[in-house]
C-alpha cells in the first residue's frame, strides 16, 4: 500500500470514527430530549383532563369526552383514565380496557404520586390528583409520541446521508492533500533514480528549504558531496599511488638496462645493485605504508581495543626510531604529573598506535635540521593529549589541511624523502580512535602536531 493510500485512508478511518461518536451523542441526546417532552405534556394532559372532570362541575364525563376528542386529542390521541379512592375507573375517554393498567401500577402512583414508565411502544405517566374535598384521583395517560418518533426518524436519516457523504468527501480530499504533500516526495525520488556514480555533482531541488521534505533533500545533497569528495578522494589516491610506485620502478628499469648496455668492472656493479637497493627500499617502504592505510581503512568497526599506557607506547616508538636513525633526538616528558595512572591509558590498538606516533616522531626529526622532536603528555579528566613539536622548516599556512590528504607533500618538503601518506594514516588512525588531530606551524619556525584521545 502507497504511504497516499495509507495517510487518506488513516485520516478517513479517524473522521469517520470521529464523525460517528458525535452523530450517536447528538441522536441519544435527541431521543431523550423527545422522550421527556412527551412525558411532560402527558402530564399537563392527565392534569388538564382531572381538572376539568373534578373541579369543573359544569362538564360532565360526555362533554368532557367530546371536549376531549375536539380539542384535546387534536394534537394527539392520548389515552386517559381517572380512578377515584377504590380504584374504579371514575372516566375515560377510550373504551377502559384497551388502556393498559394495574392494581399494581394505581398503588405505585399512590405511593410515588407521579411516575413515568412505558408500554410497548406507549409512553405512560401516572399521576394524583385531589379535588376541594381532598378525595385523591389517580390520573394514566398514555400515547405513543408518533410525531416525535417521525421527527428523530427524519433526523437520523439526515445523519446517515450526511455522515456518508462526509465519509466519501473526506476519502476523496485525503487523496488530494496526501498527494499534494508527498508530491515532493515523489520528485525527489524521481530525480535519485537519475544519480549514477558519475553524476555525484548533480544536487536535488530543495524547495522552500524549511519543511521536512526540503531538509531531506539539503541533508541528501550533503551526503552526495560526501560521496562526491570521498570518490574523488579514492580517484586520486589510485592515481597517485600508480604514479608514486610507476616512478621507482621506471627508474629501476633504466638502471638496469643501463647497466647492460657495457660490460661494467665489479665496482660499477656494486654501485649500480647499491642504487637498485635503494630503489627497491624505497618501494618496500611505499607498498607497507599504502597497506597499512589499507589496513586502517579496514579496521573501521573494529572492537577489539584495549587498554594502552600511552607513554609506554611512546618509549617504545622512541626506541624503535633511535634504533634506525641513532642521529636523531627525541624528548620525551609529562607536562603535568597526572592525577591518576588511568588517564594516560587509552582504548586502542597498539600497532595503530605506534604507526601514529612513529609517523609524527619522524616528521618531526626528519623535517629540522638539529634534527629534534619534543614530545610532551598531558592528561585531564577526560583526555589524554600528546605533543609532537620541532624546529623546523615548518607548513605554510595554506597547505595546513591539505597534509592530511594521501600523497600531500609541501612545497618546502619536495627535497625531503618520503611519499605524502603517513599523515593521512595518523589522521585515519586518530579517528578509529574517536580522537582529534591538530596541527600549528611557522614557516622556518617549527611545527606542533597535537592528538588527542579519550581515556578510558
Ligand atoms: P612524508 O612521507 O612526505 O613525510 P607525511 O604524510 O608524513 O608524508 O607528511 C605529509 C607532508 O606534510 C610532508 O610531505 C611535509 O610536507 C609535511 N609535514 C609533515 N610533518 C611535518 C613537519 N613536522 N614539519 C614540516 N612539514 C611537515
Known amino acids: 500500500m502507497t504511504i497516499r493510500t495509507k495517510i487518506a485512508l488513516q485520516f478517513s478511518v479517524i473522521v469517520a470514527a470521529l464523525l460517528a461518536v458525535f452523530s450517536i451523542g447528538i441522536y441519544y441526546l435527541s431521543e431523550n430530549y423527545r422522550q421527556q417532552e412527551f412525558y411532560n405534556s402527558l402530564r399537563d394532559r392527565a392534569v388538564t383532563t382531572a381538572r376539568l372532570l373534578i373541579k369543573e362541575p359544569q362538564i360532565d364525563k360526555q362533554l368532557l369526552k367530546v371536549i376531549d376528542k375536539n380539542t384535546l386529542s387534536t394534537l394527539y390521541p392520548a389515552q386517559v383514565l381517572v380512578f377515584n379512592d377504590s380504584n374504579e375507573v371514575a372516566y375515560y375517554n377510550y373504551e377502559a380496557d384497551t388502556i393498559y393498567y394495574s392494581p399494581e401500577l394505581l398503588n405505585k402512583i399512590r405511593s410515588q404520586r407521579y411516575i413515568e414508565t412505558t408500554f410497548g411502544s406507549n409512553q405512560v405517566v401516572g399521576t394524583m390528583y385531589s379535588d376541594t374535598l381532598n378525595k385523591s384521583y389517580a390520573v394514566l395517560a398514555q400515547a405513543e409520541d408518533v410525531y416525535g ?64 521534505i526540503a531538509i531531506l533533500a539539503v541533508n541528501f545533497n550533503k551526503m552526495l558531496s560526501r560521496l562526491d569528495s570521498s570518490f574523488e578522494l579514492q580517484k586520486s589516491f589510485v592515481s597517485n599511488a600508480s604514479h608514486e610506485l610507476r616512478t621507482p620502478l621506471a627508474a ?120 629534534q622532536a619534543d614530545v610532551k603528555i598531558k592528561a585531564n ?76
Not at 426518524?153 to 468527501?169: K, P, V
Not at 660499477?268 to 589499507?294: G, H, P, V
Not at 594516560?344 to 601514529?356: Q, S
Not at 605524502?420 to 606551524?441: A, E, F, M, N, T
Open 252 to 371: 629501476v628499469k633504466s638502471e638496469i638496462q643501463v647497466a647492460l648496455q657495457n660490460e661494467r668492472t665489479p665496482e660499477e656493479y656494486k654501485t649500480i645493485l647499491n642504487s637498485l637497493l635503494n630503489d627497491n627500499q624505497r618501494l618496500i617502504k611505499l607498498t607497507n605504508s599504502l597497506l597499512q592505510l589499507a589496513k586502517s581503512e579496514a579496521q573501521e568497526n573494529a572492537v577489539n581495543l584495549r587498554p594502552i599506557r600511552i607513554d609506554e607506547i611512546l618509549f617504545s616508538v622512541q626506541d624503535e626510531i633511535l634504533h634506525l636513525n641513532p642521529d636523531y633526538k627525541i624528548q620525551i616528558d609529562f607536562e603535568d604529573i597526572p592525577e591518576d595512572i588511568n588517564w594516560v591509558t587509552v582504548n586502542g590498538k597498539e600497532a595503530l598506535l605506534k604507526t601514529l606516533f612513529t609517523n609524527l616522531i619522524d616528521n618531526a626529526c626528519k623535517y629540522s635540521k638539529n634534527q
Open 149 to 212: 418518533k417521525e421527527k428523530l426518524m427524519n433526523i437520523r436519516e439526515a445523519m446517515y446521508t450526511g455522515y456518508f457523504s462526509a465519509i466519501i468527501l473526506t476519502i476523496i480530499l485525503g487523496f488530494v492533500f496526501a498527494g499534494q504533500s508527498l508530491k515532493p516526495i515523489s520528485k525527489i525520488n524521481e530525480e535519485i533514480s537519475h544519480i549514477t556514480a558519475s553524476s555525484l555533482r548533480k544536487k536535488l531541488d530543495t524547495g522552500n528549504n524549511t519543511d521536512e
Open 381 to 456: 579528566n577526560q583526555n589524554c593529549l600528546i605533543s609532537v613539536s620541532d624546529t623546523g622548516i615548518g607548513i605554510d599556512k595554506e597547505e595546513l589541511e591539505k597534509v592530511f590528504e594521501p600523497f600531500y607533500r609541501t612545497k618546502r618538503a619536495t627535497s625531503y624523502k618520503g611519499s605524502g601518506i603517513g599523515l593521512s594514516i595518523c589522521k585515519r588512525i586518530v579517528d578509529l580512535h574517536q580522537g582529534k588531530l591538530s596541527i600549528k606551524s611557522e614557516v622556518d619556525v617549527g611545527s606542533l602536531f597535537v592528538v588527542v584521545l579519550p581515556h578510558t
